[in-house]
């Protein structure tokens, strides 16, 4: 059984287009996270969001935005996408509050390729 | 904000031997948590092993250990009997024990491609 799973797993789109990634985890957990890994390896936490509150890093633009539909779900939406939006995303999941040391789950990724 | 730092970009061991891979960390906080995960060429992120930072005991999982030093802010991975399929790139990771200030997730360090030889 897939604990995170995320759909496509390979995105090849135009720059300009609007695209989306989904997220969904049967772990019960109650926070959910986007990352982004950048060409060279390095991975930012881009969201991080609960029913409760949403925490955008402040270096994420605007044409980013996740969406929750239920706590098993945050799917990430992208607008007039950019060259610089090529990037594997992952999202992931863990448990909030006293469980911040619980490790986080994560999908396998999504790799997005903008031409 | 909390900074992670990977010196090591690249390390290569000989399958069966042991290897260290270092991590240095900076923060003002005095409880919060640490990580190693792996990524093979799968992509995945695989835990390795963690540690919380007011437990001075160093944690294990099998032939990874770690080497926890809280006032030098120093959390180095070691590997032991090291396998083919080791090999990956190592992320070393912190999370605060409190949100806020930006994101509440893990701040990843650059990571270390680990070579191993037959």
């Known amino acids: 059984d897939t604990a995170v799973s995320q759909t496509p797993k390979y995105l090849v789109t135009q720059m300009g287009n609007d695209k989306s990634i989904k997220c969904e985890q049967n772990l019960g957990h109650d926070t959910m996270y986007w990352y982004k890994q950048d060409s060279k390896k390095f991975l930012k936490i881009m969201f991080s969001y609960n029913n409760k509150e949403l925490i955008i890093n402040e270096t994420v633009p605007n044409r980013f935005s996740p969406k929750s539909p239920d706590k098993a779900h945050l799917n990430l939406h992208i607008n007039s996408l950019e060259l610089g939006d090529s990037a594997v995303y992952f999202c992931?999941?863990?448990?909030?509050?006293?469980?911040?040391?619980?490790?986080?789950?994560f999908g396998d990724g999504t790799r997005l390729s903008i031409l | 904000a909390q900074t992670v730092t990977q010196s090591q970009p690249e390390m290569s061991v000989q399958e069966a031997e042991t290897v260290t891979l270092s991590c240095t960390y900076d923060t003002s906080e005095s409880d919060y948590y640490l990580f190693w995960y792996k990524q093979p060429p799968s992509r995945q992120m695989i835990l390795v092993i963690r540690?919380?930072?007011?437990?001075?005991q160093n944690a294990t999982e099998n032939r990874f250990s770690v080497n926890f030093q809280k006032a030098a802010k120093s959390f180095s991975l070691k590997i032991s009997d090291s396998q083919l399929g080791d090999a990956a790139m190592y992320f070393c990771?912190?999370?605060?024990?409190?949100?806020?200030?930006?994101?509440?997730?893990?701040?990843f360090g650059k990571g270390t491609h680990l070579i191993i030889q037959p």
């Open positions: 992931a999941s863990s448990p909030s509050g006293q469980g911040v040391y619980q490790p986080q789950h």
């Open positions: 990771a912190y999370r605060s024990p409190h949100s806020g200030g930006g994101a509440d997730g893990l701040t």
């Open positions: 540690q919380e930072a007011y437990k001075q």
